[in-house]
């Protein structure tokens, strides 16, 4: 069984940045695809972006490319998400998923574990 907790939300002026950070415990880390949900007020959850065991095939959103960076430490059994330039639709409660697989997709139900979210406010 895997535990993901996220931490790292908060509120921002829009143009601000954030670096939200994923903790896993409880599983072979190194072993899992792990991704990078959101869900806003109202609205269904959705991909933001994805990164393979190794660090290599990430993969983003095109609402998020160019301004989100995924990446993973793997002797911190980590993953993060940079957020620059961020805008008040970037207003959401963010997951970390993990799926017991190399690789992940951009598809909520491949992934096995999720974490409790962690809210982003964006103001204009």
């Known amino acids: 069984q895997v535990q993901l907790v996220e931490s790292g939300g908060g509120l921002v002026q829009a143009g601000g940045s954030l670096r939200l950070s994923c903790a896993a415990s409880?599983?072979?880390?190194?072993?899992?695809?792990m991704g990078w949900f959101r869900q806003a007020p109202g609205k269904e959850r959705e991909f933001v972006a994805i990164?393979?065991?190794?660090?290599?095939?990430?993969y983003y959103a095109d609402s998020v490319k160019g301004r989100f960076t995924i990446s993973r430490d793997n002797a911190k059994n980590a993953v993060y998400l940079q957020m620059n330039s961020l805008k008040p639709e970037d207003t959401a409660i963010y997951y970390c998923?993990?799926?017991?697989?190399?690789?992940?997709?951009?598809?909520?139900?491949?992934?096995?574990?999720w974490g409790q979210g962690t809210q982003v406010t964006v103001s204009s």
């Open positions: 998923g993990a799926k017991n697989t190399l690789y992940s997709g951009s598809e909520e139900r491949e992934y096995d574990y």
């Open positions: 990164i393979g065991w190794n660090g290599g095939r990430t």
């Open positions: 409880g599983g072979t880390f190194s072993r899992y695809g």
